[in-house]
Nanobody, 122 residues
Framework: QVQLVESGGGLVQAGGSLRLSCAASGRPFSTYTMGWFRQAPGKEREFVASISWRGAFTYYTDAVKGRFTISRDDAENKVYLQMNNLKPEDMAVYYC???????????????WGQGTQVTVSS
């Protein structure tokens, strides 16, 4: 079992930055692909970014490329999402996720965090 706890969400003006953190406990963290999803009101939960074990590969949805950066610290069992130049359309609940597979499809996610709200004012 892996427990994921997100933090770092909040209210920010458009153009601002936030850094989300996800602390993992339980099974060895380093073997999981880690990622972030988000869900806006009335919309499906969508993939944002992922990072492979050992951090060798990162993937981003097109909407956040060049603005968001995912990273991980396996010694601390943490994964981060640095979000810069935030836009109103980035407003959502952000969820940390862990998958045993290399692919971060929703149906392949093994563990989810409880989510952290990101609000972007225009």
């Amino acid at each position: 079992q892996v427990q994921l706890v997100e933090s770092g969400g909040g209210l920010v003006q458009a153009g601002g930055s936030l850094r989300l953190s996800c602390a993992a406990s339980g099974r060895p963290f380093s073997t999981y692909t880690m990622g972030w999803f988000r869900q806006a009101p009335g919309k499906e939960r969508e993939f944002v970014a992922s990072i492979s074990w050992r951090g060798a590969f990162t993937y981003y949805t097109d909407a956040v490329k060049g603005r968001f950066t995912i990273s991980r610290d396996d010694a601390e069992n943490k994964v981060y999402l640095q979000m810069n130049n935030l836009k109103p359309e980035d407003m959502a609940v952000y969820y940390c996720a862990a998958a045993r597979s290399a692919t971060m499809r929703k149906d392949l996610i093994s563990y989810w965090g409880q989510g952290t709200q990101v609000t972007v004012s225009s």
